[in-house]
């Protein structure tokens, strides 16, 4: 059974830095497409960033919002995602969700808040 456990959330005030982490089970890590997504309330659930099987930072893809400030990265041997956030803004305030791609099923973890706010 494909699982995804976020972690690492909370509050930070703007400028701050969080990481978040993604335990991962029930698949092989390796194989996988693994991304983060954001959803703030009233809006869609939207792409932060992804990272391919090798976990090189030329198989990475950043939102335009976020690029230069998140860093996502991936430990094949612990079958863990991160997304480390630097310069956090307000409007980074959402609910933060690990995505696994494995061919064509997509798996979700439970998501993590990020609250940024003074």
């Known amino acids: 059974q494909v699982q995804l456990v976020e972690s690492g959330g909370g509050l930070v005030q703007p400028g701050g830095s969080l990481r978040l982490s993604c335990a991962t089970s029930g698949f092989t890590f390796n194989t996988a497409v693994m991304s983060w997504y954001r959803q703030a309330p009233g809006k869609q659930r939207e792409l932060v960033a992804s990272i391919g099987r090798s976990g090189s930072s030329a198989s990475t893809n950043y939102a335009d919002s976020v690029k230069g400030r998140f860093l996502i990265s991936r430990d094949n041997g612990g079958n863990r995602v991160y997304l480390q956030m630097n310069s956090l803004k307000p409007e980074d305030t959402a609910v933060y969700y690990c995505?696994?791609?494995?061919?064509?099923?997509?798996?979700w973890g439970q998501g993590t808040q990020v609250t940024v706010s003074s």
């Open positions: 995505r696994a791609l494995l061919g064509t099923y997509i798996g």
